[in-house]
């Protein structure tokens, strides 16, 4: 009999038929995780899981008794309680490496759109209001290049965002981090910095750090003012790493200029956020890694964990090697 196998939101569909033909897969997309009886009698059996920000908790384990390993097609693992995985002896991976280049565009993509006011300026265009030759200064954008950008979390994304600002813009570069990168700092003449310097020194604040215990609302109101007011704020992290009515705060209440957005504490974000009326706000539906090359490496990478971890070999990107070690 094959192996069950759950895969939840997101597996492309290559690799997702390929999967079929290995295992008996049912595919489940934003169902009630705790009272959905589909969901939960296919749990029961499943094996294997696959997918995107299923919340695996204590009780959604305590639901999978035949669970060995959670496969994050995702680098982010926010989703998971590592505590309760390890207790009950189930691996859980995740997809680095192969999306580092693509969320740095989306960083640095939307850093541009927001100091250029690329999304303000089109709807200008578009909505014929463009009839004079030339626009006024009340529509100029602010550089990029040249100016000083702080990077908080300097992990893979963190690095190349850093190198397209050294390289690409000329850009000085501030980082906070758990440890200094002394590569980072040869390379692109990156600065380690404690929070508050970089804060007060940086032109645009680019949140890329993961979600954990530590860094959950580790921009806050304070921290806001503390940025300079002509500071662009930029999230590519996860949406709880700042205090959203903070930031609602900081940009009514001009403290900083403007923000580039991908991340939100909610998601999808209710359409009723004052973030959403905001044209010095430019805003992503989450979309760091997607694109169809950088998507489909994921989903790969994912299956190849999630096939390791069910035939008993090692998968190469666990996200808490103590479970390996216990086995
Ligand atoms: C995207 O946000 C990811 O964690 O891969």
Known sequence: MKKKVLAYNRVEKPVLEE???????????????????????FLHDAE?????????????????????????????????????LKEMNVMATNTPGVLTDTVADTAFGIL??????????????????WTSEAIGPELFGTNVHHKTLGI?????????????AHFGFDMEILYHSRSSKPDAEEQFGAKYCDLDDLLKESDFVCMITPLTKQTEG???????????????????????TVVEADL????????????????FEQEPINSDNPLLKMTNVVTTPHVGSSTVETELKMSELAADNLEAGLSGKKPANLVDERVWEDK
């Open 19 to 41: 999967l079929k033909d290995k295992y008996d897969v049912q595919f489940f997309k934003n169902v009630d995780t705790r009272n959905d009886t589909e969901f939960l009698n």
């Open 48 to 84: 294997g899981i696959i997918g995107l920000e299923l919340p695996v908790d204590r009780e959604l384990l305590q639901r999978a008794p035949n669970l060995k390993i959670i496969s994050n097609v995702s680098v982010g693992y926010n989703n998971l309680d590592l505590d309760a």
């Open 112 to 129: 541009i759109a927001a100091a250029r006011r690329i999304p303000e300026l089109d709807n200008y265009v578009k909505n014929g209001n």
């Open 152 to 164: 908080i979390g300097m992990g893979r994304i963190g690095n190349a965002i850093a190198q397209r």
């Open 218 to 240: 580790m921009i806050g109101k304070k921290e806001f003012q503390h940025m300079k007011k002509s500071a662009i704020f930029v999230n590519s992290s996860r949406g709880k």
């Open 248 to 263: 609602i705060d900081a940009l009514e209440q001009g403290e900083i200029a403007a923000a580039a957005l991908d991340v």
